[in-house]
C-alpha cells in the first residue's frame, strides 16, 4: 500500500463579487478583472504572502483561455503573482 500525503480538511472563505464595468473583448480585459478582483478584496501582488494563498478564478470557456493565455505569456515571471499583474 502507498502512503499519501493528505490535505486536513478546512473551509474557504467564499467572497461573490459583483460585475464589474470592464471590457473584456480583449485579452487585456482578462488582465483588468484580476487587478479589479485584487483591488476589491484587498489583495497586493506585491506582497510575499499574497503567493501563499489558492486564488480561484472561474468564468465561461473564453474567460478560462483567456487566463490560461495570459498566463503562458506572462509565465516566465519569477514570482506567480506577478504574472497576472498588468
Known amino acids: ?8 480538511v478546512h473551509k474557504m472563505e467564499v467572497h461573490p463579487l459583483s460585475a464589474f464595468k470592464v471590457d473584456e473583448a480583449f485579452i487585456v480585459g ?3 478583472v484580476n487587478n479589479v478582483i485584487n483591488e476589491e478584496l484587498d489583495l497586493d501582488q506585491d506582497k510575499p504572502e499574497y503567493n501563499q ?11 478560462q483561455a483567456r487566463q490560461h493565455a495570459v498566463l503562458a505569456i506572462r509565465g516566465s515571471h519569477k514570482d506567480a503573482a506577478q ?4
Do not use: E, P, S
Open 30 to 32: 482578462n488582465v483588468d
Open 1 to 8: 500500500m502507498v502512503a499519501l500525503d493528505l490535505i486536513v
Open 53 to 63: 494563498f489558492v486564488h480561484i478564478n472561474t468564468g465561461n470557456q473564453l474567460t
Open 83 to 86: 504574472a497576472y499583474k498588468g
